[in-house]
């Protein structure tokens, strides 16, 4: 294990070497990797952001249960039990029908429901569920017709669904771009390599006369084609900061004219190291790919 590790560390310093002899196409090659990458990973951080703040401005999509009504005090208390019991509930309350006459009333329909000589509006229940799925509220709404006394269930859904189809269309887009620019990136990586290999064609053979091994031989490439894309990972994401950074302000106007507070959020320390480690791996995946074809006969 020790001698592995010992191999390992010999092979990095062999890349950071090559990295370091070469400073201007090492810069290049990282600009080139971390600009193709800030494109889906810039789209992705934008869709994630933009649903944050349709969220902000829509509120919380809820579920409106009318009760009939004749439903009597025991029926809404049972109910209430329902609800209480509910777990994929995050919260709700009861709306009772003289609340519910006084808030028309405020909302300017006074003078439309003077003339009534009787309260026709029903007691209610509005209920927020634990998430945005909208199958979990076709779920709950379901389940909810069934309750007795409970004449009506209104979903305030329709928002969410067109929110989620938007998103998912946006977020397979991105994924579309980011396979795109990942191949590309594997050929660039792939021809970065194959100029290695033929720059040291004569050091390769004599390593290979003194007893060298094909592992020994391959692994500085690998680290060299891992260690330049994890380069462009870091790229991508000071690209990324940058534009977080030049469109917070934008965006904040935006979400203050409807009223609402909301701070563009860059990525998290997860995202970016998700950004760096799938940078890595496509710089690792084109030098592998460029070591099997180009050492392979040799």
Do not use: H, M, Q
């Given at each position: 294990m020790i001698h592995w590790f010992y191999l390992h560390i010999r092979a990095i310093a062999h890349a950071l070497r090559r990295l370091g002899g070469q400073p201007l196409g090492t810069l290049l090659s990282a600009l080139v990797v971390g600009i193709a990458l800030s494109l889906p990973a810039g789209g992705y951080l934008l869709l994630d952001n933009v649903a944050s703040l349709v969220r902000g401005v829509?509120?919380?999509?809820?579920?409106?249960?009318?009760?009939?009504?004749?439903?009597?005090?025991?029926?809404?208390?049972?109910?209430?039990k329902k609800l209480r019991a509910e777990p994929m509930l995050a919260s709700y309350r009861y709306v009772p029908r003289d609340e519910a006459l006084k808030q028309l009333e405020r909302s300017g329909l006074g003078d439309v429901l003077g003339g009534l000589t009787a309260n026709p509006l029903p007691d209610a229940f509005i209920v927020s569920p634990r998430g945005e799925d909208p199958a979990l509220f076709e779920q709950l709404s379901t389940r909810m017709k069934a309750w007795p006394a409970v004449t009506h269930v209104q979903l305030d859904s329709a928002w969410v669904k067109r929110l989620h189809a938007l998103l998912g269309l946006g977020r397979s887009a991105v994924m579309m771009l980011a396979a795109l620019l990942g191949f590309a990136l594997v050929i660039v990586t792939f021809n970065t390599i194959r100029l290695q290999i033929m720059t040291q064609r004569q050091e390769i053979e004599v390593s290979r006369l003194l007893g060298a091994t094909d592992p020994f031989i391959r692994r500085p490439f690998y680290w060299f084609g891992g260690l330049q894309g994890a380069l462009g990972g870091l790229v991508a994401l000071g690209t990324v900061w940058l534009g977080v950074r030049a469109l917070?302000?934008?965006?904040?106007?935006?979400?203050?004219?409807?009223?609402?507070?909301?701070?563009?959020?860059?990525p998290d320390g997860l995202e970016s190291g998700v950004i760096v480690a799938f940078a890595a791996f496509l710089g690792w995946l084109g030098a592998a790919i460029s070591v099997r074809r180009h050492l392979a006969g040799d």
């Open positions: 829509s509120g919380t999509p809820e579920i409106s249960i009318f009760l009939d009504p004749k439903a009597g005090a025991g029926e809404v208390a049972a109910i209430d917070s302000g934008p965006v904040s106007a935006l979400a203050e004219t409807y009223g609402a507070v909301f701070v563009l959020a860059g």
